[in-house]
């Protein structure tokens, strides 16, 4: 199973493999491990709000499987990439 990263301002995209495993992994972390550069100066205590995708979803808030509940295609959107 994969999941697409796309950069708003390249349009760049990546795509990057999960497996049940990583589901309960929270997002950040998990893009993180994948090489994908995710800002977040509070590293995930949700304070400043700098690990956005989508527009408002915070990655330090949400687990791998709440993502794809929300955005079942699996595309996630960053500003830069």
Partial sequence: MQIEIKGKASGRSEF???????????LLTFLRKKGITIASSCDGEGVCKKCVI?????TCEMTLKEF??????????????
């Fill in 68 to 81: 794809l509940q929300r955005q079942p295609n699996g595309q996630i959107t960053v500003g830069y990439l």
């Fill in 54 to 58: 989508q527009n408002d979803w915070l």
């Fill in 16 to 26: 990057i493999s999960y497996d049940d495993l990583d589901l309960t992994e929270v």
